[in-house]
């Protein structure tokens, strides 16, 4: 394996500049590699950083193996693409602060697209004393090049206890970086103001390249605040703030929290209903299936507002249409869901490949007429 050469090479002094922080053990010869290691190890947990990442720098804390595999990303392409010119920074009540949309902006255009600042394998949490990652964590952050590390020390933490662990805690994904130990918390300085909603108007991906990518899944108004949403959105309203309470630390203020007792029923009795037909949908051997079945369970995705959750939906939908042999449907669906899973988890997903074929030959799918729809008919 060998790590990316950048481009775009800078000094190790850069990193020994900042914060008195040495690294005094740079993994590869600065003049081909800007990857460098602080001696700061415990167990088998280290800090990397490279202060020109995908142009920006990033600081990790991980395994070898797991360095190895980010250092092999060699995506050159410059992504970065910021929301400031469609939206701007506002304080929302109960929320702290935010991101409003400047104009108007069309369903399916791409807000923003950003690298991390900071992944950490997420089992050095369990494995280490807490002083040790919290002496981990501020080499990490301090060993990042000066607007890197102040954008990161911008956000909020909202836990209390140590800052820069907080920040993290506050403001972090889940990012796979492939291999069976590849979980990391990543921490996307610039995702970070969007707050969450359980029916938010954008969805998100983060692709192999470790790029969060976001993009509106409905038009929004100028004034409309971005969001995202942080949790399953398919569970009941109890569940939803159960889990934002106790998992991540905020009473949830969003709209669809805030709906009065009737209209929270109501939403929780459809999303119990979807689960139901969800299942059914989902066993290709049910005989409870049928196209109203189908269509009765995109109805109620859409009048439920899940704009950004759509893809499985329809890919369900498609496949379904596809047992009966209805060759027609199944295209319209598998297209649907080609459109949505583009939003929503990019186009190197699975979902999005086999259902590009479903769309395109029906017939030579695996599901094809696998329950010709005249025998439940
Ligand atoms: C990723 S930050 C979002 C930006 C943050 N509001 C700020 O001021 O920087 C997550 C934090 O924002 C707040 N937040 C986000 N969504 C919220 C919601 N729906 N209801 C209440 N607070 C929310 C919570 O304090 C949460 O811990």
Not at 95 to 119: D, H, Y
Not at 138 to 145: E, F, K, S
Not at 277 to 292: N, R
Request: net charge negative; with cysteine.
């Amino acid at each position: 394996l060998q790590p990316y050469i950048s481009q775009n090479t800078c000094s190790l002094v850069d990193i020994q500049d900042v914060e008195g922080y040495r690294d005094d053990n740079s993994i590869d010869d600065k003049r081909s590699n800007v990857w460098s290691t602080s001696s700061d190890c415990f167990d088998e947990y280290c800090v990397y950083t490279n202060n020109a990442f995908l142009g920006e720098g990033i600081s990790l804390i991980t395994t070898a193996s797991n360095y190895l595999r980010v250092s092999e990303i060699q995506t050159r392409e410059a992504v970065s693409r910021s929301s400031y010119d469609k939206a701007r920074i506002i304080e929302i009540p109960g929320k702290g602060k935010g991101l409003v949309a400047n104009r108007t902006i069309r369903k399916g255009e791409a807000i923003m697209a950003a690298r991390p600042a900071l992944l950490v394998h997420r089992d050095a949490f369990s494995e280490l004393p807490l002083e040790d990652i919290f002496h981990l964590m501020d080499v990490a952050v301090n060993n990042l090049p000066k607007p890197r590390k102040e954008s990161y020390l911008a956000q909020a933490g909202t836990m209390g206890g140590h800052k820069i662990t907080d920040i993290l805690f506050t403001n972090s994904f889940q990012v796979a970086v492939g291999g069976h130990d590849g979980f990391h918390y990543g921490n996307f300085p610039e995702v970070s103001l969007l707050n969450h909603d359980c029916r938010p108007n954008l969805a998100f991906f983060i692709d192999r390249n470790l790029t969060h990518y976001t993009h509106a899944v409905r038009d929004i108004e100028p004034g409309e605040e971005l969001t995202i949403s942080y949790i399953d959105p398919l569970q009941v309203r109890s569940v939803r703030q159960e889990r934002t309470r106790n998992t991540l630390g905020f009473s949830c203020a969003c709209s669809h929290c805030t709906l009065s007792e009737n209209d929270a029923d109501a939403s929780d009795a459809r999303l119990l209903t979807m689960s139901r037909i969800e299942s059914e949908l989902a066993d290709f051997s049910s005989q409870a299936s049928s196209p109203a079945l189908i269509e009765e369970y995109l109805s109620l995705y859409r009048r439920e507002g899940l704009e950004h959750n759509l893809a499985g939906a329809y890919t369900l939908a498609a496949l379904n249409y596809n047992l009966f042999g209805k060759a027609d449907m199944a295209k319209k669906y598998a297209q649907l869901s080609v459109e949505a899973g583009l939003l929503e988890s990019g186009p190197d997903a699975a979902d999005v490949r086999e259902m590009k074929t479903l769309a395109d030959y029906p017939e030579s799918h695996w599901s094809w007429n696998k329950k010709p729809y005249r025998i439940y008919n």
